[in-house]
């Protein structure tokens, strides 16, 4: 019984430094492809779901009230946070004649 124990553990220690041979992040140096393929009948076409690095940052311009101007950072920060990248860059602007994208709360003053 002992003589099974020893290449038992030695192949177990062996698959477990196996295991964590690449236990470090991800480089996120380069990007990955941000286009989707799809099939048409004309061949293949691309549906673009980007940001153009031109257009970044995107500028959102919030009214100021019930405090939006902060919970538009708040989202702005967590949309910024799931791409692996840098896809995507957002800013709160003060003029709204500047943004791209203008929140207000839909309540009459």
Not at 33 to 42: H, Q
Request: glycine share 8%; proline share 5%; charged share 15%.
């Amino acid at each position: 019984m002992m003589r099974f124990t020893k290449p038992l553990l030695l192949a177990f220690a062996g698959w477990a430094l196996m295991s964590c041979a690449d236990i470090a992040a991800p480089s996120r140096g380069n990007a990955y492809e941000w286009r989707r393929l799809l099939s048409s009948g004309t061949g293949v076409d691309t549906f673009s779901f980007h940001w153009s690095t031109s257009d970044l940052p995107v500028k959102y311009w919030a009214e100021d009230s019930l405090n939006l101007p902060l919970h538009v950072q708040h989202g702005i920060d967590q949309w910024e946070a799931l791409f692996l990248y840098g896809e995507y860059k957002g800013v709160v602007v003060t003029d709204s004649n500047t943004a791209d994208v203008i929140v207000m709360t839909g309540i009459a003053p």
